[in-house]
């Protein structure tokens, strides 16, 4: 019952929603990724599909246990594997979209050059050194391109807290330097976030300061970040 939507509140809208996690490839065989399942971002696809949304879900690396129920039930499903693949796919679509919800964990660096055949080791030589060139920042150029007049831009932090600052503290550095309507601050560790089925978020506006705060499973939090976005957006 909590996870059924009363409202059509967002029938009329395009939305897009980036989930899951990029791979820069090192050689044709291995990559750098990150432990992003795609759950939270496929909670927020189904959720505005549920309140009447055209929706494009530019999915990266998610699985098809989570990706065939949004495909079935009309959600666009665009399938990437790079953060430049994914850019290319969220910014076409969200040239038309009302709403964009950065939910992928973005690669912040690929290798610079990934040769074309496996890298070999060679005992007795000193391992290959990966040098790293940085990616662009989608959620960053969302904010400040604004394709699309009175678009809401959404992104996430997955944040753990360190001596520098805490979960929050960082959120709220984050939400002023991104630029963003929107910034979804959560905890993430070994056991929190990632992988699992119930999250915690805090809603930070673009100062940084808190507007919700929800916690449950990654569709409810998935319904309060929708319910932040439609008071933002303008009267259609
Ligand atoms: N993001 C993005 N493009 C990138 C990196 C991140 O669009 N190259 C988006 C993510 O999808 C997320 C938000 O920016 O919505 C925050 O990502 P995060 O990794 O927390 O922020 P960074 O700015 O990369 O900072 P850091 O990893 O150093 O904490
Ligand atoms: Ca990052």
Request: avoid cysteine; aromatic fraction near 2%; charged fraction near 25%.
């Amino acid at each position: 019952p909590a996870e059924q939507v009363r409202v059509r509140d967002l029938a009329g809208r395009r939305v897009v929603v980036s989930a899951g996690g990029t791979r820069e490839p090192i050689d044709p065989v291995r990559f750098i990724g990150n432990r992003s399942s795609g759950r939270q971002g496929a909670a927020l696809a189904a959720a505005a599909r549920a309140r009447g949304a055209e929706v494009t879900l530019v999915a990266a690396h998610v699985d098809a246990p989570l990706t065939d129920p949004l495909v079935a039930d009309g959600v666009d499903v665009v399938a990437v594997s790079t953060t430049s693949e994914l850019r290319d796919a969220v910014r076409r679509a969200a040239a038309s979209a009302d709403a964009v919800v950065m939910a992928a964990a973005v690669a912040d660096f690929r290798p610079l050059a990934a040769p074309e055949a496996k890298i070999k080791k060679v005992t007795g030589q000193s391992p290959p050194a990966i040098e790293l060139a940085e990616n662009p920042d989608v959620l960053a150029e969302l904010a400040a391109d604004r394709v699309r007049a009175g678009q809401v831009v959404v992104g996430f932090a997955a944040e753990t807290g360190d001596e520098t600052g805490s979960v929050l503290e960082h959120g709220r550095a984050k939400a002023r330097r991104k630029g963003a309507d929107l910034l979804a601050v959560n905890a993430v560790g070994p056991d929190r976030g990632f992988g699992t089925e119930v999250n915690e978020v805090t809603l930070l506006d673009e100062r940084g300061d808190t507007v919700a705060k929800s916690a449950g499973s990654k569709r409810e939090v998935a319904d309060a970040i929708w319910d932040a976005v439609a008071t933002r957006m303008t009267a259609s």
